[in-house]
């Protein structure tokens, strides 16, 4: 199932109330930066963990203290010039 999935990769559901609430995130799987998630690996047995409010980040003003870079746009192989 798809929970079994994100869990077992070490994903975490943010728990906040907010926009975000009740979406997976991981520190290694980032917008922008895909040679982070080669550092991700399954768990061996990831177990039942408690959901903790004042870890969470706050994406938000992450995004405002480290805005992402710009990258070069590339057209959609499928997409008709």
């Given at each position: 199932?798809?929970?079994?999935?994100?869990?077992?990769?070490?994903?975490?559901?943010?728990?906040?109330?907010g926009p975000?609430?009740?979406?997976?995130?991981?520190?290694?799987?980032?917008?922008?930066?895909?040679?982070?998630?080669?550092?991700?690996?399954?768990?061996?047995?990831?177990?039942?963990?408690?959901?903790?409010?004042?870890?969470?980040?706050?994406?938000?003003?992450?995004?405002?203290?480290?805005?992402?870079?710009d990258t070069?746009?590339?057209?959609?192989?499928?997409?008709?010039?």
């Amino acid at each position: 199932s798809f929970n079994r999935s994100v869990n077992g990769w070490g994903f975490k559901r943010l728990v906040r109330e907010g926009p975000d609430e009740k979406s997976y995130y991981h520190e290694l799987f980032l917008c922008g930066r895909p040679e982070l998630t080669s550092a991700m690996s399954r768990l061996i047995n990831p177990g039942k963990r408690l959901p903790n409010k004042v870890d969470e980040p706050d994406f938000y003003d992450i995004s405002k203290k480290y805005p992402l870079r710009d990258t070069p746009t590339t057209a959609h192989p499928y997409q008709d010039d």
